[in-house]
């Protein structure tokens, strides 16, 4: 979604960031993961297919999503020296560089701007986390999350719950949608605990598809006490 390509919410655990070009590599290894393509009901792609699929993402006015960044690893990549050498700098990196004062250097003229990838933004990808998703029903005023911790290792220290909170801010800030619903495998009973503990309540099931339903009202969720911050990139 176009309305997200500029945004990073900000949170003390997690950042959430458009799903840009410079991910794709990344996400694309991730997804080579059996079990994390079961785990999200996800079909194997070619290289050239997710390249595909996250320019959809970004095109279509229908699909929300975020990837969620460490932000622990982040300022340590911005306190590294690293040189963003694309002609396109990466909005992580022009954001370390005004709220950290970050003395990265950006150098769009340097040889390694040939290259597919330059230091930084390799080396950023290694500070991602996992994805949040929604397809977004205008006509029912309601969306449908997904989200994933890709890393095992990353998995039951809270980035989940934070990315969450800080993607429900962000969707209740800039969209008018009443209703989250998420939709889950049977046999997934850590997605199932996780989105219970979050207030989720189940409302359907498809027997046929081992598939269960469960929706959470936004129209009265306070987010006053939120510690999220929303920043619009250049």
């Known amino acids: 979604m176009r309305l997200n390509q500029n945004v990073i919410v900000m949170g003390k655990v997690c950042w959430l960031v458009p799903y ?10 991730w997804m080579l993961d059996e079990n994390l393509r079961c785990l999200t009901a996800s079909e194997l792609l070619t290289s050239r297919e997710e390249y595909e699929m996250q320019k959809s993402w970004l095109d279509d006015k229908d699909k929300l999503t975020f990837l969620i960044l460490n932000p622990v690893s982040v300022k340590k990549l911005s306190d590294s020296g690293a040189v963003c050498a694309c002609s396109s700098v990466s909005i992580v990196f ?55 911790v890709a890393s095992e290792e990353q998995r039951g220290k809270g980035f989940g719950k934070a990315a969450y909170n800080a993607f429900i801010f962000y969707v209740v800030k800039s969209l008018k949608l009443k209703e989250i619903i998420a939709k889950i495998s049977e046999s997934n009973l850590a997605s199932m605990a996780f989105f219970t503990k979050l ?32 920043k619009y990139m250049n």
């Open 94 to 148: 022009s954001l370390c560089r005004s709220e950290f004062g970050s003395q990265c250097e950006s150098n769009p003229n340097s040889k390694v701007s040939d290259r597919p990838i330059c230091e930084w933004c390799k080396l950023e990808t290694g500070c991602l986390i996992g994805d949040i998703n929604l397809f977004i029903d205008t006509e029912n005023s309601r969306g449908e999350i997904n989200m994933m």
């Open 20 to 29: 840009g070009k410079n991910y794709v590599e990344k996400y694309h290894s």
């Open 199 to 230: 207030g989720f309540k189940e409302i359907s099931r498809a027997p046929v598809f081992s598939e269960i339903t469960l929706s959470k009202q936004l129209d009265s969720l306070n987010l006053e006490d939120s510690n999220f911050e929303i």
